[in-house]
């Protein structure tokens, strides 16, 4: 079967005969099931080929070759990488879902639909992966999720899980797709009669996006839940404890809904997802939640269901409660008196007026979506011209810069004396080091400017929500408009090009944008990787949901 030896599938298959010498089990995917190669598949199997390729492409990309040792590939790839790829060489040669029959209409339908592809990968990819290592115990407050005084089950203790900042644009996360957290009752079906008190639960979050989506979805929960008096139950994050929320561990599993699937930031929503949504709803269809579930006006209501969905919403429909979600999402006393004293000492001593302005550039990931519809990096350049017309305007301007890659942009701005959360000494206490909540700091001084630029990215715009500065200022980078400001809570959380022209002009418009923002290099690293592999990425998508389906 293996006649062709390319550099990935070499190294997979070497690896797995040396490892069956040794008895040593290669990992699997948890969560897809094995059924008997002589099964009446209910599917149509996934391509072999396109999985090896897969694994070829990453060893490409990466520059290992066939005979590489395991520590070359875990120091190129990391270890969660070398897991992956082996788990994907043994998905791929041992199970029956995916083998070399694959219907060549059903590739093309997923690989030729560029901008619904490329879209579905890039949202579906926003999952934090989170383990069930218990934290460190510190001399902290401890979480407390209540268990709803309707049942009589014993008080369990919730397992405590840290904030892994892994890019949601990882490989491994495809095989993360459908996962959600387990209840305290698993035995209840989602159609079982439930007459306990009004409840809103989302078993997946956390699977849908990082802090800044998570950040959204807790705001529409809180929201909706104010009209019913619900109590939110979803599993645990860290902002339960950097902001002390009030809510439980999902106790069982209920109906499930959807947001309106027309949002742009739906692209996950798929047929293929919302099969398996509508399988573990117990076969039933999945109605749809729209945005007059937040008007208070409205008699829509919301409760006693399972939610699905990112609620990148218009923020003018979360107007109307704006000051819960200010309240929601107002650090424990503890960390707000730790970094104000930070900002106090290092920033705005004896009360000296200082505008502080805050840049978030964010790069990493995005420069490896160009497909999407929102992943695009605004270069340096952009931020500078900017800085060149409002910073004369400014009374004692200092910059703030946070990014994912701050040792790259931070020399540009040499000229303005950055500062950054490293150099100011802003750390998360030691009592909270073990949250792995690392980011915080910069989304927390973000909420602190005066003055804000972002990046096109829910992690900034969220801190312009929740940013109290008084007359403060923000703007955002554009695709089309470069640097334009906005009001956080008047506009779409995340800035989405035209997409579905026709391929040949989405493919000019994607290939204009990198140019723009990632000049030459970015164009051609994009042609000869990104995009291409953006296809089979979607095809294995597309596979691993099938086969939970079936699971």
């Known amino acids: 079967m293996m006649n062709r030896v390319s550099s990935g599938t070499g190294f997979c298959e070497m690896y797995t005969k040396h490892s069956a010498k040794k008895s040593v089990a290669v990992p699997e995917f948890p969560g897809i099931a094995k059924k008997n190669v002589g099964m009446k598949r209910q599917v149509s199997p996934i391509r072999q080929e396109e999985l090896l390729k897969m694994i070829d492409l990453l060893f490409e990309q990466a520059d290992l070759s066939d005979n590489a040792s395991e520590q070359e590939v875990v120091k190129k790839l990391g270890k969660e990488g070398l897991q992956t790829v082996l788990k994907l060489y043994n998905l791929a040669t041992s199970s029956p879902y995916f083998s070399s029959n694959m219907l060549d209409e059903e590739v093309a339908e997923i690989t030729s639909n560029s901008s619904q ?101 807790y705001a529409f929960l809180v929201s909706a839940a104010q009209k019913t008096g619900a109590k939110i139950q979803v599993p645990y994050w860290v902002g339960t404890d950097i902001f002390n929320l009030d809510n439980s561990l999902v106790e ?45 006006e409205s ?80 270069p340096t350049s952009w931020y500078l011209d900017w800085l060149a017309k409002i910073w004369p305007t400014l009374e004692n301007p200092v910059l703030f810069v946070a990014s994912d890659e701050i040792d790259t942009v931070l020399r540009d701005f040499a000229a303005y004396n950055p500062v950054t959360a490293d150099m100011l000494g802003c750390k998360m206490p030691e009592e909270y080091q073990d949250l792995k909540a690392g980011f915080f700091p910069d989304w927390y001084m973000l909420t602190q400017c005066d003055v804000l630029a972002i990046s096109n990215s829910t992690f900034s715009f969220t801190a312009c929500m929740m940013n109290r500065r008084e007359n403060a200022q923000f703007y955002r980078a554009h695709y089309e408009h470069r640097i334009q400001e906005f009001d956080p809570w008047n506009a779409d959380p995340i800035v989405h090009r035209e997409m579905g022209q026709g391929a040949i002009s989405e493919i000019g418009n994607t290939l204009k944008i990198l140019y723009e923002t990632q000049g030459t290099r970015g164009v051609m690293k994009n042609v000869l990787y990104e995009l291409p592999y953006y296809g089979i990425r979607s095809v294995v998508m597309k596979a691993v949901l099938k086969a939970r389906t079936m699971a």
């Open 117 to 217: 592809s490329s879209a579905d990968v890039t949202s579906a990819f926003e999952v934090p992966d989170v383990d069930s290592t218990p934290l460190k115990k510190k001399q902290r407050r401890v979480s407390k999720f209540e268990v709803p005084e309707l049942t009589s089950i014993p008080e369990t203790k919730p397992l405590k899980k840290e904030y892994k900042s892994e890019t949601e644009i990882a490989v491994s996360r495809i095989f993360e797709l459908g996962k959600v957290a387990p209840v305290l009752r698993p035995e209840i079906e989602p159609t079982a009669p439930y007459n306990g008190p009004p409840v809103l639960t989302m078993t997946g979050f956390g699977e849908l996006g990082r802090w800044g989506n998570q950040i959204l979805q």
């Open 252 to 296: 069982r599993r209920l109906p499930a809904v959807i947001e309106d699937r027309t949002m742009k930031a739906n692209s996950t929503f798929t047929d293929s997802f919302m099969e398996y949504i509508r399988a573990s709803n117990g076969g039933k269809t999945v109605p749809e939640v729209f945005q007059d579930v937040l008007n208070p």
């Open 299 to 378: 008699s829509t209501q919301l409760k006693n269901s399972d939610v699905w969905g990112w609620f990148q919403w218009p923020t003018q429909q979360f107007l109307p409660h704006k000051q819960l979600i200010l309240k929601t999402f107002a650090p424990i006393p503890a960390l707000e008196n730790h970094f104000q004293s930070i900002i106090t000492e290092k920033l705005r001593p004896n009360g000296q007026k200082t505008t502080v302005v805050g840049l978030h550039l964010r790069l990493g990931d995005y420069k490896n979506i160009a497909a999407s519809s929102f992943g695009y990096c605004a």
